[in-house]
């Protein structure tokens, strides 16, 4: 394993289709997108793009300072998002303070996206001089059987290291994709 403190790792699955991906997302050398469904550790199978492209438009939200929007208790990123639904908001009286949370959600929650597939509810901020990675899968897709075997966690990670990783990501994908794309003209 890498010694990296974050590491994005995907694998492209032409036997299934042209664009059936896996992704692993590394944090501390934990893998938070595993999962399991029936005690069988399972993979998602699916198109990378929306995650490349959802990283391209964030990149810079996640490695600036962008603070949530208002004053909202929590110790992490997921805390923060997860409590501010919380909230008793009078639609009428705050939509413009509905419409900064979704913005920032939609700048920080990898599943902001709704993507197909069974990924992790993480959200990723800078803290400081650093980048908080925190997620919160205890739950999530409970109805479908699936148990996120690392359910919970936090951990910071430098912001060149971080910023590397998604460039190099986003190439990667984007390359084999370029590859992929010109095989079936």
Do not use: A
């Not at 890498?2 to 790792?9: E, G």
């Not at 036997?15 to 590394?26: A, G, K, T, W």
């Not at 110790?75 to 008793?88: A, F, K, M, P, R």
């Amino acid at each position: 394993m890498n010694k990296k403190n974050f590491l994005i790792k995907w694998y492209y699955h032409p036997e299934i289709s042209y664009n059936d991906y896996s992704l692993e997302l590394y944090v501390d050398k934990i893998n938070i997108c595993e999962f399991m469904i029936n005690d069988k550790i399972e993979k998602t199978y699916d198109d990378l793009y929306f995650i490349v492209e959802w990283f391209e438009e964030n990149l810079e939200f996640i490695t600036n300072i962008d603070e949530f929007p208002f004053k909202v208790k929590g110790n992490s990123g997921v805390e923060i998002l997860d409590n501010s639904y919380l909230i008793d908001w009078d639609i009428n009286k705050n939509e413009k303070e509905l419409n900064k949370q979704w913005k920032w959600n939609s700048r920080h929650n990898l599943r902001s996206i709704g993507p197909k597939g069974f990924y992790p509810y993480v959200v990723f901020r800078r803290k400081n001089n650093k980048i908080e990675v925190s997620w919160e899968n205890k739950d999530l897709f409970k109805e479908y059987g699936v148990v996120f075997i690392n359910q919970k966690g936090v951990s910071f990670v430098e912001i060149k290291e971080f910023e590397e990783e998604v460039i190099r990501f986003i190439k990667d994908v984007r390359k084999v994709g370029e590859t992929v794309r010109l095989k079936l003209m």
